[in-house]
């Protein structure tokens, strides 16, 4: 660090007395400013701009397996360990593809309920409107489903539900949490 300032500050200050106050030597100071850094060898910054390229080739989306394909079919010899280390170093990371499951099966005999919203989203006091939906987030152990209620007015969320199942009991687990904290005055009857 002493030798990294004293080369920031040569322009004003004399090599010599920086030295001689940071109590480093000169000869010290010039064998740092000639010696290559670590963990760059004559073609690294070639390799790294080639890594670059490739990168912005692919719009972003190759990761280090697939650069490193691409760098050894155009000749260049390189392990994937370093391809790895190098895109870490740039901040290059490829973009993974997202997961897409299927939630709604249109294709059933059940009866479906009828619109009584017509799109009025804006009603005038709270506990009037409930709106719902059921989305899914992809985990470890597999897909979690999450249901919930929200109310319009507010537009808060007033019911939630979580399972590994998207069932009919995850959507009335939160409808049942939304009458338990809400506890609207009127019900109306949903069958």
């Keep these: 660090m002493k030798y990294a300032f004293i080369e920031a500050q040569e322009v004003a200050f004399p090599v010599q007395a920086m030295c001689q106050v940071l109590g480093v030597s000169r000869s010290g100071y010039y064998a740092w400013k000639e010696r290559p850094e670590l963990g760059l060898d004559a073609n690294a910054v070639t390799i790294a701009a080639e890594i670059t390229g490739a990168h912005k080739r692919s719009r972003g989306t190759y990761g280090s397996p697939r650069i490193h394909r691409e760098l050894r079919a155009r000749g260049i010899r390189i392990s994937r360990k370093r391809v790895e280390r190098l895109m870490r170093e740039k901040?290059?990371?490829?973009?993974?593809?997202?997961?897409?499951?299927?939630?709604?099966?249109?294709?059933?005999?059940?009866?479906?309920?009828?619109?009584?919203?017509?799109?009025?989203?804006d009603p005038t006091e709270s506990n009037r409107t409930w709106?719902?939906?059921?989305?899914?987030?992809?985990?470890?152990?597999?897909?979690?489903?999450?249901?919930?209620?929200l109310d319009l007015f507010s537009r808060r969320v007033v019911g939630w539900s979580v399972s590994s199942t998207n069932d009919t009991a995850l959507a009335s687990e939160a409808l049942r949490r939304a009458l338990v904290s809400r506890r609207p005055e009127a019900v109306l009857a949903l069958t």
């Design 91 to 121: 901040g290059l990371k490829g973009a993974q593809k997202r997961r897409f499951h299927c939630t709604t099966d249109s294709r059933h005999s059940l009866q479906i309920a009828p619109n009584t919203l017509n799109r009025d989203f």
């Design 131 to 149: 709106a719902g939906d059921v989305t899914y987030i992809a985990t470890e152990e597999g897909w979690l489903y999450l249901a919930v209620m």
